[in-house]
């Protein structure tokens, strides 16, 4: 399964899709050759804050 994402450049900002094999490793941007880091795992959902008081 491959993992896509979005090329930091903001000149470019390509959809990249890289192997699964590749996370937590740099990898170049085949369009403007930006180096990037591949997220080591899926990002978390963000749930509600720490905190936050329920409506009533």
């Known amino acids: 399964m491959s993992?896509?994402?979005?090329?930091?450049n903001l000149k470019c900002?390509?959809?990249l899709s890289v192997p699964a094999e590749v996370r937590g490793k740099l990898v170049?941007?085949?369009?403007?050759?930006?180096?990037?880091?591949?997220?080591?795992?899926?990002?978390?959902?963000?749930?509600?804050?720490e905190g936050a008081k329920a409506p009533h």
């Open 3 to 8: 993992v896509q994402l979005l090329c930091p």
């Open 13 to 15: 900002r390509k959809i």
């Open 28 to 49: 170049k941007c085949q369009y403007c050759q930006t180096m990037l880091r591949v997220p080591s795992s899926k990002p978390v959902a963000a749930g509600p804050a």
